[in-house]
């Protein structure tokens, strides 16, 4: 049997301090392998040095303790897979916050933003099917997603035909603190009954201002200076806003090219009367 090192001995070999060994203690990461009943104090087995180093590297990687242990539990390959999902995942989010940085800049030094092509039309009445919730913007892709995978499915199960290109309402801003809410909509003719969340509604007509923008272009923050230039466009030109701003994707996303015309941000508006005495 090896023999135990002193909690001395093992933070030299693992360079984790006596607090960072209580903590992962207490959180059931790294117990030791023995305790004396008369002073408390903690020994480690030799074999425990390398999970001690695996945990002090993983949180260098700002992972949480339940995540580190999880990952430490799995079989070496599934844990090497599962940390390169992780880190794809944390990569994307730097990635996301470097843009949001640049875009927080321009906004902070009133840079102009590229310039946009708006455009107005006439949009007549539409039945839709939709469905609304509550969310924020980690929640956002996947309900677009499901949304229109169950809208798709209904309307077809029906035989009713598609009339029109899918949007997407926010009632209310989406962030990580405010929760929209948010409705997918799909325009369709003839007859569908109500199923669950999937509800049927009227969309009224109105007039739209409308800028185009390419796939690349729909995540965040990226879209936002598409939203400026419409949301400037309005105030510009003195309009009012009469619906809820939404996003018109005209074309198939799991076939279209980055740089391929993919949404069409869109205000509907009015031009304010005013009554006079």
């Known amino acids: ?17 006596r607090k960072a060994l209580r903590l992962y203690d ?12 008369r002073t408390g104090y903690r020994s480690y087995a030799p074999h425990q040095v390398r999970r001690a180093r695996l945990i002090g590297l993983l949180r260098r990687l700002d992972l949480p303790l339940g995540q580190i242990h999880v990952l430490l539990d799995l079989d070496p390959d599934t844990a090497a897979k599962a940390l390169g999902e992780t880190w794809r995942t944390a990569e994307d989010t730097h990635t996301e916050r470097r843009r ?6 321009d906004l ?3 840079k102009d933003h590229p310039v946009y092509d ?17 969310l924020t913007a980690g929640d956002l892709p996947d309900f677009i997603d499901q949304a229109y995978s169950r809208m798709f499915a209904h309307l077809h199960a029906a035989g009713v035909p598609v009339s029109g290109a899918p949007f997407v309402v926010y009632h209310g801003e989406v962030s990580e603190d405010s929760d929209g809410p948010v409705e997918a909509c799909l325009p369709f003719t003839g007859t569908v009954e109500p199923a669950g969340a999937l509800g049927v509604r009227l969309e009224p007509a109105h007039t739209e201002a409308y800028t185009r923008i390419p796939k690349r272009q729909i995540q965040f923050p990226d879209i936002l200076r598409a939203y400026d230039a419409v949301s400037d466009w309005l ?7 009469t619906l809820p701003p939404r996003e018109v994707y005209f074309t198939d996303m799991t076939t279209a090219a980055d740089n391929d015309p993919a949404a069409d941000i869109a205000f509907p508006y009015a031009t304010p009367t005013w009554e006079q005495d």
Do not use: C, W
Not at 4 to 17: E, K, N, V
Not at 26 to 37: M, N, S
Not at 126 to 133: A, E, F, H, P, Y
Not at 235 to 241: A, D, I, K, P
């Open 26 to 37: 207490e959180q059931g990461l790294l117990r030791p392998a023995g305790v004396d009943p």
């Open 235 to 241: 105030q510009h030109h003195g309009e009012r806003l």
């Open 1 to 17: 049997m090896d023999e135990l090192m002193s909690s001395g001995a093992f933070t030299a070999r693992t360079r984790l301090s």
């Open 118 to 134: 708006i455009q107005t039309r006439d949009v007549p009445e539409q039945k839709v099917l939709s469905t609304q919730r509550n």
């Open 108 to 110: 902070l030094t009133g």
């Open 100 to 105: 949001l940085v640049r875009y927080l800049q």
